[in-house]
C-alpha cells in the first residue's frame, strides 16, 4: 500500500467515525443501503484501518481516535484526503470541532490534501439547522481561506443518509 491511497478519518470523540466507517464498510462490499440496525461501537483508542472498495479503485480509511487528536499531525504526511467528523447534535462540542478542524487545516503537509467536513447525526432531535452551524464555524470564511479543496456534507452514520455522497467523494478525490 502506498501511503497516497490513505485517507484520514478525524473528529472529537463520538461524533460517529467508528460507526461510519463500518457503514461505509457495508456499503462498499454489498452495494446495499439498507442499513438496519447500527452496530455497536465503542470510542477508539489508536487507529483502525478499514479498506474500502470503490469503483474498483482500493481505498484505506484510517480512524484516528479523537483523543489522540495531539498526535493527529504525526499522520498527515501519508493521505491523500481527509474527512473532518463534526458531531451536529453536540452543541457543547461544536467551538472544540471548529478548533481541532482550523488546527488540521493549517498544517503544513495538508495544504493541497482533498478536505471533508462531514456533519454527522442530522437525524437527531434538537440539532441545529446546517446554516447555523456553518455560521458558528464560519464556514464560508474558512473555505475561502483555506489552501486546500473543502467540501462539506451532511449525513447520518446511524441511519445511512448521505454515506453514498460520501463515497461518491471519496471516489473523486481517489488518486487515479
Not at 480512524?63 to 457543547?92: H, K, L, T
Not at 498544517?107 to 447525526?121: C, G
Request: aromatic content about 4%; some cysteine.
Amino acid at each position: 500500500m502506498t501511503s497516497k491511497e490513505v485517507c484520514l478519518l478525524l473528529g472529537a470523540t463520538g461524533v460517529g467515525k467508528t460507526l461510519l466507517l463500518k457503514r461505509l464498510q457495508m456499503i462498499s462490499l454489498h452495494g446495499s443501503c439498507e442499513m438496519g440496525t447500527p452496530p455497536s461501537t465503542l470510542p477508539t483508542v489508536g487507529t483502525n484501518l478499514t479498506d474500502l472498495t470503490l469503483k474498483k479503485k482500493k481505498v484505506t480509511v484510517r480512524e484516528i481516535g479523537g483523543c489522540m487528536g495531539p498526535i493527529w499531525p504525526s499522520y498527515f504526511q501519508d493521505c491523500f484526503s481527509v474527512i473532518f467528523m463534526v458531531d451536529s447534535a453536540n452543541i457543547v462540542q461544536i467551538s472544540s470541532s471548529c478548533v481541532q478542524l482550523l488546527s488540521v487545516l493549517s498544517a503544513e503537509p495538508l495544504r493541497s490534501t482533498s478536505v471533508l467536513i462531514l456533519f454527522n447525526k442530522r437525524d437527531m432531535p434538537c440539532i441545529m439547522s446546517l446554516t447555523e452551524i456553518k455560521s458558528l464555524f464560519r464556514m464560508d470564511d474558512i473555505i475561502a481561506s483555506a489552501p486546500q479543496p473543502i467540501t462539506t456534507l451532511e449525513a447520518s452514520a446511524r441511519s445511512g443518509q448521505g454515506l453514498q455522497e460520501v463515497l461518491g467523494w471519496l471516489e473523486s478525490v481517489t488518486v487515479k
